[in-house]
């Protein structure tokens, strides 16, 4: 079946370091591959995409590059910043044969202190 | 443009109790999904709507639970007979045209408490 598996947080960082949140996955086919990220008291917001193996997602300083030999998307920052402390959500959408419903890992804390 | 919205926002119920959640979808989204969200599971998938098909009803997880949407627009999530497991916050979510690399936006969600 298809799966997420992303590391357990919280991850805990001063300002300007560098960060990686590791994303993994299971899945038959090609599936688009996401990073979503809920900052306190706010819904879920998409953060990055990549539909294809090799394409590079980026947004805000973030990115991640979708990794076909090795199931994996993480997620790279390389001088987080207080305001990125959020929980970020790696999820996949199966190939079209199926519901492009979204299959989510459990989540990263990342918690940035000045 | 507008969001997608759902209301209410939060819910206190008591066991027992019918509830029903709102989701507005942004306009235009042909494709609308519900998830929960909760301590020990997640975020889950429950149900998607795409045009006129028939929903994918493979993440309801039981038959308390139903899901309408009229007019391919506005859609209903009720829970019948609630139990303290259902407490979750409720997701909805919109896309475009639900293909696989579309973006799919998150509403703000419902808090369920059941007591």
């Known amino acids: 079946g298809n799966s997420v598996t992303q590391m357990e947080g919280p991850v805990t960082l001063s300002e300007e370091a560098f960060l990686t949140i590791n994303c993994t996955y299971t899945?038959?086919?090609?599936?688009?591959l996401f990073w979503y990220v809920q900052y306190p008291g706010e819904g879920l917001q998409l953060l990055l995409k990549?539909?294809?193996?090799?394409d590079k997602g980026s947004n805000k300083g973030f990115e991640a590059t979708y990794r076909k030999e090795t199931t994996s998307f993480h997620l790279e920052k390389g001088s987080v910043q207080v305001s990125d402390s959020a929980v970020y959500f790696c999820a996949l959408s199966p190939t079209p044969n199926n519901t492009d419903k979204l299959i989510f890992g459990t989540g990263t804390r990342l918690q940035v202190f000045p | 443009g507008a969001g997608v919205s759902q209301s209410p926002s939060n819910k206190v119920t008591e066991k027992g109790k019918d509830v029903e959640l709102r989701c507005d979808p942004i306009?235009?989204?042909?494709?609308l999904y519900w998830y929960r969200q909760s301590l020990g599971q997640g975020l889950e998938f429950l149900i998607y709507?795409?045009?006129?098909?028939?929903?994918?009803k493979s993440g309801l997880p039981s038959d308390r639970f139903s899901a309408e949407r009229t007019g391919g627009s506005v859609s209903t999530l009720t829970i019948q007979r609630t139990q303290q497991e259902d407490s979750a916050v409720y997701l909805c979510?919109?896309?475009?045209?639900?293909?696989?690399?579309?973006?799919?936006?998150f509403g703000p969600g419902t808090r369920l408490t059941v007591l």
């Open positions: 990549a539909t294809k193996a090799d």
């Open positions: 899945a038959t086919g090609y599936p688009s």
């Open positions: 979510a919109s896309s475009r045209s639900g293909t696989r690399t579309d973006t799919q936006y």
């Open positions: 306009s235009g989204h042909t494709a």
């Open positions: 709507f795409q045009g006129n098909s028939a929903p994918d």
